[in-house]
């Protein structure tokens, strides 16, 4: 574990350069410089502002391996979602997650979706709304999966929620290899949306008609890849590209 990387990390995370992060802590640029190297270590009151500005913990910070993630999450980015229709079903089950996208694969094979669409994509989200009792009690948990659908796709065939997407802004990782350890690594890729949308000052915020997070699965060259979005509110075409491009 190094501190100095930890902290050259999380200033590349937040697109921040020396410069900037020594005008927000009062040092000079060669101080950085000198604590991402391991040359020197901050002060403890320079390393609680820098937990501030990182939005991190204290421990995560100092005791963590932060450049580890680089080899399993890519750089968060703003990406402007054009607005798409979808057919979606949810399943509360045990299993929910592969009984939604088990249902929503047949469905597309039924319906001829397949046959105008080589490669269907599936998106999914947890479903909020099972109660306790059905967690704890029953073990079961809810999932929507949804095949996006081309514009002039037209079926009659029944049994899934017809829905629209509105254009809107997402925050997103990609997480490479998220069935190995997915109980670690896909809620970590929320976790660190989050707190980069804290960071940055950006807002998540329920809309209508916006789906507010979502998950794409996808592979390339034989390596399983998962699109995490979470829903943001406030960016505007030249933020996106000033900050992003």
Partial sequence: ??????????RRQKKMTQEQLADRVNVTRQTVSRWEVDEVVPELDR????CGIFACKLDTLVREDLSDQSEI?????????????????????????????GYM???????GLKKVCSDVKLIGWDF??????????????????????????????????????????YAVITIKEP?????????????L????????????????NIISCFEYEYKKNDITYM???????GVTKADAFSMYS
């Fill in 179 to 191: 069935f190995i350890q997915p109980f670690e690594k896909i809620p970590n890729a929320y976790k």
């Fill in 128 to 169: 909020p709304f099972v109660s306790q009792e059905q967690q704890n009690r029953f073990g079961l948990h809810g999932y929507v999966a949804a095949c996006v659908l081309p514009d002039d796709f037209q079926t009659e065939y029944s049994g899934v929620k017809f829905m629209e997407n509105r254009e809107a802004d």
């Fill in 105 to 111: 694969e047949r469905w597309a094979e039924n319906c």
């Fill in 227 to 233: 699109d995490v979005f979470i829903h943001v509110d």
């Fill in 47 to 50: 390393l609680v502002e820098l």
């Fill in 1 to 10: 574990m190094s501190l100095g990387n930890n902290i050259s990390f999380l």
């Fill in 193 to 208: 949306i989050m707190e980069y949308l804290q960071a940055n000052n950006f807002k998540e915020r329920n809309q209508e």
């Fill in 73 to 101: 999450y890519s750089e968060i980015r703003i990406k402007r979602m054009a607005p798409f229709k979808m057919a979606a079903y949810v399943i509360i089950s045990s299993d929910p997650e592969s009984d939604a996208i």
